[in-house]
């Protein structure tokens, strides 16, 4: 069969956080012992109340097609939630319910950029972001970061880097990769400069709610709070937050005529987010929120340790991320950069990583590992011990010395 694909399919990456799940994947399914610290999901299940919810969602005929923008129940427990935890006042009509975080994410990039604009992108990235911009048919633009400052923008660079032809900047704190929270002075530094020069903020706050040190607050939040009235769009996910990845809900807000067209386009592409998902979300945002407190702790407890223990490993440092569930050790002293390291971890050990390289040039010398873990039983208090046992079985296994 002759066929030729589109010249936008061959421009873009492969998803490397995918590709090793993948490989994961399919190495227990042939029986082989993986310790799987690849993965960026939760890994006990939806709170029960949730998926009550989701099942009586289902029994009572909510299997049709929703409005465009989302429920309108959805959305006004989305602007009571926003209003009560984030001190952001946002109306039904500025909100975006779509399918996961990531089409917000998409969506975005395609409603406000062209052919010829550049997007800034900070380094380390989550790995879909450049790829967003290049299939909204700009350029991404990339920024480093700086390690010793919860991996916040190189102003210096970001400065010198500086054209007319820059439309906007994507955001993410806390981080993944690098599970870093930005401090306030740094995101009104940043507003300040969009400001400045007309660029819109896309703000990635999907892991907001998981946070250990200090307080995170919204970058909209701090824009209204400052008088800045730089343009931003937020994205935020329950996915992270409730554990419901595979539900793929979630939102965004902004000024009314954005959300408009980003509306208009996911109409065309995917109709509405799946009502049953949205139905779920109700229960999730306005229920009983103690079971996301639990969660906070059980990955903060594997925080703690994972750090602890990776510190001990010869040739590795490791800061402690303020928020998120990753890890992002240096491996620079380790005479391997971070694509060996994790091949001798999978081949050798069993140990599933993702290398630094899959979130940007200057991250090469890292390895994310999650502080998530893929397992039959789901309790999470036998999850938290697995984990424990996967992380000690790699300090214990991965002698760098004797790789090299």
Same mark, same amino acid.
């Given at each position: 069969?002759?066929?030729?694909?589109?010249?936008?399919?061959?421009?873009?990456?492969?998803?490397?956080?995918?590709?090793?799940? @993948? +490989?994961?994947?399919? $190495?227990?399914?042939? !029986?082989?012992? *993986? /310790?799987?610290?690849?993965?960026?999901?939760?890994? #006990?299940?939806?709170?029960?109340?949730?998926?009550?919810?989701?099942?009586?969602?289902?029994?009572?005929?909510?299997?049709?097609?929703?409005?465009?923008?989302?429920?309108?129940?959805?959305?006004?427990?989305?602007?009571?939630?926003?209003?009560?935890?984030?001190?952001?006042?946002?109306?039904?009509?500025?909100?975006?319910?779509?399918?996961?975080?990531?089409?917000?994410?998409? @969506? +975005?990039?395609?409603? $406000?950029?062209?052919? !010829?604009?550049? *997007? /800034?992108?900070?380094?380390?990235?989550?790995?879909? #972001?450049?790829?967003?911009?290049?299939?909204?048919?700009?350029?991404?633009?990339?920024?480093?970061?700086?390690?010793?400052?919860?991996?916040?923008?190189?102003?210096?660079?970001?400065?010198?880097?500086?054209?007319?032809?820059?439309?906007?900047?994507?955001?993410?704190?806390?981080?993944?990769?690098?599970?870093?929270?930005?401090?306030?002075?740094?995101?009104?530094?940043?507003?300040?400069?969009?400001?400045?020069?007309?660029?819109?903020?896309?703000?990635?706050?999907?892991?907001?709610?998981?946070?250990?040190?200090?307080?995170?607050?919204?970058?909209?939040?701090?824009?209204?709070?400052?008088?800045?009235?730089?343009?931003?769009?937020?994205?935020?996910?329950?996915?992270?937050?409730?554990?419901?990845?595979?539900?793929?809900?979630?939102?965004?807000?902004?000024?009314?005529?954005?959300?408009?067209?980003?509306?208009?386009?996911?109409?065309?592409?995917?109709?509405?987010?799946?009502?049953?998902?949205?139905?779920?979300?109700?229960?999730?945002?306005?229920?009983?929120?103690?079971?996301?407190?639990?969660?906070?702790?059980?990955?903060?407890?594997?925080?703690?340790?994972?750090?602890?223990?990776?510190?001990?490993?010869?040739?590795?440092?490791?800061?402690?991320?303020?928020?998120?569930?990753?890890?992002?050790?240096?491996?620079?002293?380790?005479?391997?950069?971070?694509?060996?390291?994790?091949?001798?971890?999978?081949?050798?050990?069993?140990?599933?990583?993702?290398?630094?390289?899959?979130?940007?040039?200057?991250?090469?010398?890292?390895?994310?590992?999650?502080?998530?873990?893929?397992?039959?039983?789901?309790?999470?208090?036998?999850?938290?011990?697995?984990?424990?046992?996967?992380?000690?079985?790699?300090?214990?296994?991965?002698?760098?010395?004797?790789?090299?």
């Amino acid at each position: 069969m002759n066929y030729k694909l589109s010249k936008r399919v061959k421009k873009i990456k492969p998803s490397f956080t995918l590709q090793m799940a @993948t +490989v994961a994947a399919k $190495m227990k399914s042939d !029986g082989i012992d *993986v /310790i799987n610290f690849s993965v960026g999901e939760p890994d #006990f299940n939806t709170p029960e109340h949730i998926i009550e919810a989701g099942k009586k969602a289902m029994d009572q005929g909510y299997t049709k097609y929703t409005a465009g923008p989302g429920m309108i129940e959805f959305r006004r427990a989305i602007s009571e939630k926003l209003a009560n935890e984030n001190g952001v006042e946002v109306a039904s009509d500025e909100i975006l319910v779509s399918n996961g975080e990531k089409q917000s994410l998409y @969506t +975005v990039c395609q409603a $406000m950029f062209n052919k !010829g604009d550049r *997007v /800034i992108v900070c380094q380390p990235y989550w790995v879909s #972001f450049p790829e967003f911009v290049r299939l909204s048919d700009a350029e991404p633009l990339f920024v480093d970061t700086v390690a010793e400052h919860n991996f916040e923008p190189d102003f210096n660079d970001l400065q010198s880097k500086t054209t007319n032809d820059i439309k906007g900047i994507i955001i993410n704190s806390p981080s993944n990769p690098t599970g870093g929270v930005w401090r306030e002075e740094a995101i009104v530094k940043l507003l300040l400069i969009a400001k400045k020069n007309g660029w819109i903020v896309i703000s990635d706050e999907c892991y907001e709610r998981i946070v250990y040190d200090g307080e995170f607050k919204s970058t909209e939040k701090i824009n209204q709070e400052q008088n800045i009235d730089a343009i931003v769009v937020t994205c935020m996910s329950l996915s992270k937050t409730y554990a419901m990845t595979g539900w793929r809900i979630g939102y965004s807000f902004g000024p009314k005529k954005i959300i408009s067209a980003m509306s208009k386009l996911q109409g065309q592409a995917t109709s509405c987010a799946n009502s049953i998902g949205q139905m779920a979300g109700i229960a999730a945002l306005s229920g009983n929120q103690d079971c996301v407190k639990n969660m906070i702790q059980l990955f903060k407890e594997r925080r703690d340790l994972m750090v602890s223990l990776l510190n001990q490993l010869p040739h590795v440092s490791c800061k402690s991320p303020g928020g998120a569930f990753y890890a992002f050790p240096n491996i620079s002293k380790s005479n391997m950069d971070g694509v060996k390291f994790s091949n001798v971890a999978l081949e050798k050990y069993g140990v599933a990583l993702v290398p630094g390289i899959s979130f940007g040039d200057n991250a090469k010398n890292y390895i994310r590992i999650s502080c998530g873990y893929d397992f039959a039983d789901a309790s999470p208090i036998k999850g938290v011990k697995l984990n424990y046992s996967g992380i000690e079985n790699l300090s214990f296994k991965l002698d760098i010395n004797s790789v090299q």
